[in-house]
T-cell receptor
Framework: NAGVMQNPRHLVRRRGQEARLRCSPM?????VYWYRQLPEEGLKFMVY????????ESGMPKERFSAEFPKEGPSILRIQQVVRGDSAAYFC????????????FGNGTRLTVT | GENVEQHPSTLSVQEGDSAVIKCTYS??????FPWYKQELGKRPQLIID?????GEKKDQRIAVTLNKTAKHFSLHITETQPEDSAVYFC????????????FGTGTRLTIIP
């Protein structure tokens, strides 16, 4: 039973480019959570999605960031016009929505903006 | 919203000794409290969790205690080993319809051989 899958593991973007991060939840899970971890810091909640719905985006910056979880396919976190401050590790976790249940994280995407 | 504070930020203990990390939370509705261990460059991994209807939970060398009245919970690691060196995060959630976790700021635990 595969865990939460994230890709790419590492992503390098120049300032002003777009970054797309993907998260495939565990089998049978329809709820996805995205977290950001700046270097030497803790995990900060960004957004919580169910299939085709954004449930809570209270941690998402108002500009340049968006997330989706379509009916088919992985959840996507999209960062437009990246800046150096976006450099961080982005982790995704999933749950079946019958919570609270342990959240298990994917291996993360490490975004570096040059 | 929920606020979770974690202390200490760094902790060094001799191998074989015990380590204790403490967290407090603000939302009295929080009912689920997991602990994660994160090694350098890796993902956070769940090591133990506790629900609000339980005061203590133990798994081999790791235990967690919860005081709902005081709104604090603690991680206890006994007979520490070098492989316990990592950053540990506590977290809390109300878990009703939204299982998002609010994390503490982390404790860097170093085990001295």
């Amino acid at each position: 039973n595969a865990g939460v899958m994230q890709n790419p593991r590492h992503l390098v973007r120049r300032r002003g480019q777009e970054a797309r991060l993907r998260c495939s939840p565990m089998k049978g899970h329809s709820h996805v959570y995205w977290y950001r971890q700046l270097p030497e810091e803790g995990l900060k909640f960004m957004v919580y999605l169910q299939k085709e719905n954004i449930i809570d985006e209270s941690g998402m910056p108002k500009e340049r960031f968006s997330a989706e979880f379509p009916k088919e396919g992985p959840s996507i976190l999209r960062i437009q016009q990246v800046v150096r401050g976006d450099s961080a590790a982005y982790f995704c976790a999933s749950s079946p929505g019958t919570g609270p249940v342990p959240l298990h994280f994917g291996n993360g995407t490490r975004l570096t903006v040059t | 919203g929920e606020n979770v504070e974690q202390h200490p930020s760094t902790l060094s203990v001799q191998e074989g000794d015990s380590a204790v990390i403490k967290c407090t939370y603000s939302d009295s509705a929080s009912n689920y409290f997991p602990w994660y261990k994160q090694e350098l460059g890796k993902r956070p991994q769940l090591i133990i969790d506790i629900r609000s209807n339980v005061g203590e939970k133990k798994d081999q060398r790791i235990a967690v205690t919860l005081n709902k009245t005081a709104k604090h919970f603690s991680l206890h690691i006994t007979e520490t080993q070098p492989e316990d060196s990592a950053v540990y995060f506590c977290a809390a959630t109300t878990g009703f319809g939204n299982e998002k976790l609010t994390f503490g700021t982390g404790t860097r635990l170093t085990i001295i051989p």
